[in-house]
């Protein structure tokens, strides 16, 4: 399959993208939006830059690592924001943005 | 061109996905975020249902009408929910969304 | 969590959407791009309309239901193209299109 | 308004977008989609790479110029293809992607 290499950081690119959506919907719904309002636009960010970056290595694209690149500081941008929130979906949204951080990593080099 | 005859609904729909966009920013940046939080919901819906619906327009996709019929929607309770608030990017969401709904009315009748 | 529910349709939209995405690229590198062409557009619709539904119910969107019901549409559709070709990514297609087509019109009900 | 400084890139983005997903499904409907292959697959990418910097570039992010620097560069890419064929939607494609190429090239500088 023409992106059989990339499998890894694809899944962790497409799971990543979803965590950050729940994150940012499940901030906004909090009590305290206004305390999360960083947090919920580090997550919009992430959620698209990863799905984009997933779909380019889906097409084999010559650009994915150059996307993997920007896809990594998005990731580690939203895990430093998240890791300082207790709530169950931002330590989710922490832990998968550093699992994809360090897979876009890996492409990136 | 193959899509000439949308040209007015994908313009209004590229149109309203940016304009959602602003607002949806815009109103995370707002004093009172948690006043602004069913407005950023439905922004970020409809600007992400608009983009869509431009991009299946543009295709000639024969889901178009379908997709028009829920953007229209989308479009009608973003803009029920920007008019009661006064900021600018608001007023500009409620009309853009407006206009949006009535081309994609058009389209999906 | 607040999609909890609709877990295992944001799952096969996900896939979905990737799989459409690997056989949109795989048939425009075929020798006869040709006999692959309604294949292809059928997979750019199917591929994007997964990955929208799958945001939309992520965040709990009102509208989730109504994305769902188009999205088995192009599903359907996208099935039965993919499954007039015998090129592992299309039979691939055809059988992560139907999942999806079964769990979204489960949502759409 | 948060993005007024970017206004004219993200004009020329979103209307590079619009343009890109036009050549890339006129090409799909071509007699001899075989030797357009190639300016699908860059239509495709440049198409997804202008939607998303137009939408971080509206939303103010931090991202917005990394994401310019690729976006130019799937630009250039898909003008030299696009370029080569005579059709309307190719020279009209060549021509937007060359005017997006360089309002980002001067957002990343």
Chains 1, 2, 3, 4 share one sequence.
């Not at 899944?11 to 499940?26: D, F, G, K, L, M």
């Not at 010559?62 to 207790?86: F, G, P, W």
């Amino acid at each position: 399959m023409l992106n059989a290499k990339y499998q890894s950081c694809i899944e962790a690119c497409s799971n990543c993208a979803i965590v950050c959506e729940t994150c940012a919907a499940s901030c906004l719904r909090e009590d305290d939006v206004k305390m999360m309002a960083r947090c919920i636009e580090l997550d919009r960010d992430c959620a698209d830059l990863c799905a984009l970056a997933a779909v380019l290595m889906t097409r084999d694209s010559q650009l994915s690592r150059e996307m993997c690149r920007i896809c990594a500081q998005a990731c580690r941008a939203c895990a430093e924001e998240c890791a300082k929130h207790q709530m169950d979906h931002c330590q989710a949204c922490a832990k998968a943005c550093r699992q994809c951080a360090e897979e876009c990593e890996k492409m990136a080099a």
